[in-house]
């Protein structure tokens, strides 16, 4: 496997937004292997995949920094022709996924949602350890989330809270494409973000995970 010491999340310049020329000397463009770029173009030529990418494409365009994240959800959903939406919720957010499925209904979709703990499996019918069920006795069960809207035919799944790693699994199930609507953060406010917006000063601790200055 090729080592990656330096890559985009170390660039300053972006200049691959618009093929500026500023690129650093460890641009990830041209350490691309030979056809990788090409391998993705074709995927996302395939009728399927265009279309998607498309479609996203007039989201960002039509809706840049006018659109919230919401409006431009539905957006791509109408634009996909998407009428049955899927939310995959946090049994602790089903008020904030009761208010998206209001704001869902009253723009014409029809919805479905599922909460994490339906189905009310104890934790340790998977394997996990019992001592986990002292912050809840049910598991979060994002496959069974997943298994739930395949089966009632949702066109597009959104994400309202899942915890990290159930929405990976949700992801890895789940037979419609899926769209995070909040990323699940108890600390934060569902806001991971603000951790790497205040790593130098309210979240310095992460920078030195061995408790230096
Ligand atoms: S592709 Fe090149 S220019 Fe773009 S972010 Fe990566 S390293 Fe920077």
């Keep these: 496997m090729e080592e990656c010491s330096l890559s985009c999340a170390d660039c300053g310049s972006a200049g691959c937004i618009n093929s500026t020329g500023n690129y650093p000397a460890f641009c990830t463009t041209a350490r691309l292997a030979e056809g990788e ?7 996302g030529n395939l009728p399927e995949n265009q279309k998607v990418l498309k479609a996203a494409a007039r989201v960002e365009y039509e809706g840049y920094c006018r659109l919230t994240r919401v409006e431009e959800t539905m957006d791509f959903a109408r634009r996909m022709g998407f009428h049955k939406i899927g939310i995959a919720t946090c049994a ?10 209001r704001i ?15 189905g009310m499996a104890d934790k340790t019918l998977v394997g996990i350890d019992a001592d986990c069920r002292a912050v809840g006795i049910n598991m979060c069960n994002p496959i069974l989330q997943a298994q739930h809207l395949n089966r009632l035919g949702t066109e597009l799944n959104i994400v ?18 899926v769209t995070t609507l909040v990323a699940k953060d108890r600390v934060t406010g569902h806001n991971p973000a603000a951790v790497l917006y205040q790593v130098d000063g309210y979240y310095r601790r992460l920078l030195h995970p061995q408790g230096g200055a």
Excluded at 37 to 43: F, K, S
């Design 104 to 118: 869902l209904r009253a723009n014409g979709f029809e919805v479905c949602s599922i909460a994490c703990k339906a």
């Design 92 to 101: 602790g957010l089903l008020k904030e996924s009761r208010t998206l499925a």
């Design 160 to 177: 309202v809270g899942l915890c990290v790693g159930h929405d990976s699994m949700f992801c890895k199930y789940s037979d419609a494409l």
């Design 37 to 43: 770029l090409e391998e993705a173009l074709a995927a």
